[in-house]
Structures are given as structure tokens and as C-alpha cells.
């Protein structure tokens, strides 16, 4: 299956997570199922499904966190669950993950700057003195002060907060971030500004984005694809645009339907059109067929 043109940064085929259940005899949950997908350099995949679909193991797979049960990952070629501890450390310095909660995500009794330059004392980059510099800029290019080094995790807002935890995430110049529900945590009136900075950082240093989020505004706006997951496996991938006019699986349309529109005639065409139109032979959990360039929706079973 090919999803895009020049050979993809991150290159995802077959992951699967399996959890043994407790208790002899009791067989395996399967949380990922035979998942795959590619995503290009300067690219946000967005990843979008229920709670509890699997979008947070997927991201946290993709960094070998831990490693997946089945599938390969590739990153600039590389597999990294063929890699052992070393290789693994070495290809950590390309990926880099923000969480939900940028409180719990800072050491409350770190300095902000002892935070951020943790991952380069452990990777062994610059001298102290280059790394307060390196910091000062970082804090810089989040909007932060460089200032803010001195002091402790509680003394900033949530926004604050999280743009810690993202300058922390670039120090090492990583070439994909997982944004794992980055700005749920966060008042509506910063959500924006936190999209906006990881927008900027994206041109600024050439980024890659797994963008896992619930809201679905965000995702249209900020995603180049997105890949809808529904219990484990993906049941619609596509180019953002194509899968918010016409989406074809079922499950899609529902999640999608969820956005309200401004006007409640368009709303209810809307779920007539939908409703109406059949989804011929797709629609199922089968393997995803390519509807149009790009555009991928799962087939019944086979
Ligand atoms: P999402 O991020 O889409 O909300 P998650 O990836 O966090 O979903 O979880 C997917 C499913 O995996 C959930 O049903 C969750 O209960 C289950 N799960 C997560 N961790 C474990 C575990 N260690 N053992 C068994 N099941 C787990
Ligand atoms: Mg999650």
C-alpha cells in the first residue's frame, strides 16, 4: 500500500499491541489491530477515533514504547523494533512525544531549564554552559522567557506549562513528535495559541506530526491526512479535506456528524446524505481499498 510519493519519514506496517489477559486460559485482547500507515517528512497525520480505540498505544508503539506486539516501524528506513537498547537510545533522539498533561509531564521539583536540557545531558550535547544557552533559546522559540529557566514548574499556567514540555520535546531536534491529545487538557482560549506554536515549530524545523486529538475542528485545520481508528484498526484513512466532505465508512460519519453546523437545514441534510447514500461494500473492518488518490476505507471482512 503506498499513501504518499517519496520514500515516508515514519513508515508503519502490520503494528499490532496484544495484552495476554489475567488468568489461565483467558486468551489475549487485541488494543491495535494489523495497523499501517505512512508519514512524510513536514507532514501532521492526524488520528482521530473514539476513546479507548487505541490511538494513544499506537502513538507510544510508533516510539517503541514498549514495543509493538507484531509489525515493523520504520523511521528513515530504519525498523526500529529490530534495534536493541543502544540503537533504540540513538533513534529516541528523532522522536519525541508531548502528553495531554503538561503538569504531570514536568518534574515539579526541576528547574524549568534543568527540565529542558535533561534529554541533552543524557545524550551528551554541548558544554553546561552551551546548554544554558541552547535552553534560553529554546525557552525563546515556545514564546517563553528565557528567564523562565530559574523557576519551578508551578509557577506557570497550563499553556505555559505545555510549551515547557514542547521546547523539552524539540531540544534534540527530533524529526517526528507525537502530540498525544496535546491541548484537551487546556482552556479554550489557549488551545489556539499551543496549535499555533506547534504550527510555527513545524515550518521552523521541518517536523513530522502523529496529531492525536478529539476535536475535530483542530484536526481539520492543522492535519494533511487523517486516519480514523475504530476499535484497533483503521477503518478510513484519507487527505483531510476528502474525508470531511466525503467520508465513506460508516463510523467516520458518525464521529463526523457530531460537529454541529451552523445551520440546522445543512445539519439535516447532512444526515440524510449520509444516511442515504450507500456505502458500497465498504464499511467493514476488512483491508483498507483505495477509493480515490489517497483516499482508503476498510471493506467488510473478507
Ligand atoms: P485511546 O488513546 O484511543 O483513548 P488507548 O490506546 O489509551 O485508547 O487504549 C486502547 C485500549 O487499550 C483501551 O480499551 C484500554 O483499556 C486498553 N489498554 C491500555 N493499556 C492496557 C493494558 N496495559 N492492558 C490491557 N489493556 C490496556
Ligand atoms: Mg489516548
Given at each position: 500500500?503506498?499513501?504518499?510519493?517519496?520514500?515516508?519519514?515514519?513508515?508503519?506496517?502490520?503494528?499490532?499491541?496484544?495484552?495476554?489477559?489475567?488468568?489461565?486460559?483467558?486468551?489475549?485482547?487485541?488494543?491495535?489491530?494489523?495497523?499501517?500507515?505512512?508519514?512524510?517528512?513536514?507532514?501532521?497525520?492526524?488520528?482521530?477515533?473514539?476513546?479507548?480505540?487505541?490511538?494513544?498505544?499506537?502513538?507510544?508503539?510508533?516510539?517503541?514504547?514498549?514495543?509493538?506486539?507484531?509489525?515493523?516501524?520504520?523511521?528513515?528506513?530504519?525498523?526500529?523494533?529490530?534495534?536493541?537498547?543502544?540503537?533504540?537510545?540513538?533513534?529516541?533522539?528523532?522522536?519525541?512525544?508531548?502528553?495531554?498533561?503538561?503538569?504531570?509531564?514536568?518534574?515539579?521539583?526541576?528547574?524549568?531549564?534543568?527540565?529542558?536540557?535533561?534529554?541533552?545531558?543524557?545524550?551528551g550535547?554541548?558544554?553546561?554552559?552551551?546548554?544554558?544557552?541552547?535552553?534560553?533559546?529554546?525557552?525563546r522559540?515556545?514564546?517563553?522567557?528565557?528567564?523562565?529557566?530559574?523557576?519551578?514548574?508551578?509557577?506557570?499556567?497550563?499553556?505555559?506549562?505545555?510549551?515547557?514540555?514542547?521546547?523539552?520535546?524539540?531540544?534534540?531536534?527530533?524529526?517526528?513528535?507525537?502530540?498525544?491529545?496535546?491541548?484537551?487538557?487546556?482552556?479554550?482560549?489557549?488551545?489556539?495559541?499551543?496549535?499555533?506554536?506547534?504550527?510555527?515549530?513545524?515550518?521552523?524545523l521541518?517536523?513530522?506530526?502523529i496529531?492525536?486529538?478529539?476535536?475535530l475542528?483542530?484536526?481539520?485545520?492543522?492535519?494533511h491526512r487523517?486516519?480514523?481508528?475504530?476499535?484497533?484498526?483503521?477503518?478510513?484513512?484519507?487527505?483531510?479535506?476528502?474525508?470531511?466532505?466525503?467520508?465513506?465508512?460508516?463510523y467516520?460519519?458518525?464521529?463526523?456528524?457530531?460537529?454541529?453546523?451552523?445551520?440546522?437545514?445543512?445539519?439535516?441534510?447532512?444526515?440524510?446524505?449520509?444516511?442515504?447514500?450507500?456505502?458500497?461494500?465498504?464499511?467493514?473492518?476488512?483491508?483498507?481499498?483505495?477509493v480515490?488518490?489517497?483516499?482508503?476505507?476498510?471493506?467488510?471482512?473478507?
Amino acid at each position: 500500500m503506498s499513501q504518499s510519493q517519496p520514500a515516508p519519514l515514519l513508515a508503519v506496517r502490520g503494528l499490532s499491541r496484544i495484552y495476554a489477559a489475567r488468568g489461565l486460559g483467558r486468551g489475549s485482547t487485541t488494543i491495535v489491530d494489523d495497523v499501517s500507515f505512512d508519514v512524510a517528512e513536514n507532514e501532521t497525520l492526524g488520528l482521530v477515533g473514539e476513546s479507548g480505540s487505541g490511538k494513544s498505544t499506537i502513538g507510544r508503539a510508533v516510539l517503541m514504547l514498549p514495543k509493538p506486539s507484531a509489525g515493523t516501524v520504520r523511521l528513515d528506513g530504519e525498523d526500529l523494533t529490530r534495534l536493541g537498547s543502544s540503537g533504540l537510545r540513538a533513534a529516541r533522539r528523532k522522536m519525541q512525544i508531548v502528553f495531554q498533561d503538561p503538569y504531570a509531564a514536568l518534574n515539579p521539583r526541576m528547574s524549568v531549564g534543568a527540565f529542558i536540557a535533561e534529554p541533552l545531558e543524557v545524550h551528551g550535547v554541548g558544554s553546561r554552559a552551551e546548554r544554558a544557552e541552547t535552553v534560553a533559546d529554546l525557552l525563546r522559540k515556545v514564546g517563553l522567557d528565557p528567564a523562565a529557566a530559574r523557576r519551578y514548574p508551578h509557577q506557570f499556567s497550563g499553556g505555559q506549562r505545555q510549551r515547557i514540555a514542547i521546547a523539552r520535546a524539540i531540544a534534540l531536534r527530533p524529526r517526528l513528535v507525537v502530540a498525544d491529545e496535546p491541548i484537551s487538557a487546556l482552556d479554550v482560549s489557549i488551545q489556539a495559541q499551543i496549535v499555533n506554536l506547534l504550527m510555527d515549530l513545524q515550518d521552523e524545523l521541518k517536523l513530522s506530526y502523529i496529531f492525536i486529538s478529539h476535536d475535530l475542528r483542530v484536526v481539520r485545520r492543522i492535519c494533511h491526512r487523517v486516519a480514523v481508528l475504530s476499535a484497533g484498526r483503521i477503518v478510513e484513512l484519507a487527505p483531510t479535506e476528502r474525508l470531511f466532505v466525503d467520508p465513506r465508512h460508516p463510523y467516520t460519519r458518525r464521529l463526523l456528524a457530531a460537529i454541529p453546523l451552523l445551520d440546522p437545514a445543512a445539519e439535516r441534510e447532512r444526515a440524510a446524505r449520509w444516511r442515504d447514500e450507500a456505502p458500497d461494500g465498504h464499511g467493514g473492518r476488512g483491508p483498507l481499498v483505495e477509493v480515490a488518490p489517497g483516499h482508503f476505507v476498510a471493506r467488510a471482512e473478507p
